[in-house]
């Protein structure tokens, strides 16, 4: 849960302690599934959390928070004219985002 402690501030609730931090959509599910634990998940994960039957999906609308996001290349590397593209096209859909906050 670790990343999103906004979600219950933006409610007026104090955030849960967290005691394991992972991206790591099987392991998330798991350990909610197996213990006493809390995670958040894209509505997308939800096939993966499905196949836990003793997991329940909270209907649950958060506020919605902007996301960081970056384009990392290795160094040294020439890119090639379709990754050239596709990082031009990901900036010139982007740029619009950034100006409307």
Not at 15 to 41: E, I, Y
């Amino acid at each position: 849960m670790g990343r999103n402690p906004h979600v219950f501030r933006a409610r007026g609730l104090k955030p849960p302690r967290a005691t394991v931090t992972t991206l790591d959509l099987s392991m998330r599910t798991k350990l909610v599934a197996n213990g006493r634990f809390l995670t958040l998940l894209p509505r997308h994960a939800l096939m993966s959390a499905s196949q836990h039957p003793s997991l329940k999906v909270l209907p649950v609308e958060l506020p919605q928070a902007p996301v960081p996001v970056a384009i990392l290349t290795l160094r040294n590397r020439t890119l090639s004219p379709l990754a050239e593209l596709f990082i031009k096209t990901v900036r010139a859909l982007a740029k619009p985002m950034t100006n409307a906050r």
